[in-house]
């Protein structure tokens, strides 16, 4: 799977920057190409049923997939309440009951 070019507008743009600077927005760019690879394969795993054994078993603590088995029921999960969680970082632009 392949992730898009960068479009010949963006790359100019770039270009237009001292080389510090192009080396900081192109280091992103990768960074961002990689994690969007890397979440394909993942729904395209899923889509096909590939996920590992442990995954069956997987809930999530905010955003974060969770495989552990803390000694509870799966139904533990499907309460009425909310869950608060705090998985280690900042959201920006919405708040999880802070």
Not at 35 to 59: C, N, Q, R, S, Y
Not at 70 to 87: I, P
């Amino acid at each position: 799977m392949s992730v898009a070019k960068t479009p010949v507008a963006v790359s100019d743009a770039i270009k237009k920057l001292d080389a510090s600077d192009q080396v900081a927005v192109q280091t992103y760019i990768a960074q961002l190409k990689s994690t969007i690879e890397d979440l394909e394969g993942e729904v395209l795993k899923l889509k096909k049923g590939d996920a590992h054994e442990d995954d069956a078993h997987a809930h999530f603590h905010g955003h974060e997939k969770c495989t552990a088995d803390h000694g509870h029921s799966d139904d533990a999960h499907h309460g009425d309440e909310e869950v608060s969680h705090d998985h280690g970082h900042k959201h920006e632009g919405h708040s999880h009951g802070e």
